[in-house]
Nanobody, 123 residues
């Protein structure tokens, strides 16, 4: 029903910025809450940020507060994650996710996932 494709990852130095993009297909995109998650090798997939279907509310993991900003453009069917002041600990595969009334930090609330985009931060 909803297909998601992430882009914008890459290799950067600590302190640099990246903007991740997630392009969605599906007529009901604007109905879904959206989230960003990340997963490092050998680690659990962890919550990064979430945004309500309307874009009126956002929620961040403690690790992301003050550095990352989630936003969406429903007209373009896209969601973004602006990442500033990147740290080596931010290195992971970043996933875009969508869910019906899924707003929150739990992966269980999101039924649709992108393929992921790699972010590597070197010191």
């Amino acid at each position: 029903q909803v297909q998601l494709v992430e882009s914008g990852g890459g290799s950067v130095q600590a302190g640099d910025s990246l903007r991740l993009s997630c392009a969605a297909s599906g007529r009901t995109f604007s109905w879904y809450d959206m989230g960003w998650f990340r997963q490092a090798p050998g680690k659990e997939r962890e919550f990064v940020a979430a945004i309500r279907w309307s874009g009126g509310s956002t929620y961040y993991a403690d690790s992301a507060k003050g550095r990352f900003t989630i936003s969406r453009d429903n007209a373009k069917k896209m969601v973004f994650l602006q990442m500033n002041s990147l740290k080596p600990d931010d290195t992971a595969i970043y996933y875009c996710a969508a869910g019906d009334n899924a707003y929150g930090r739990s992966t269980l609330g999101y039924g649709y996932w992108g393929q992921g985009t790699q972010v590597t931060v070197s010191s």
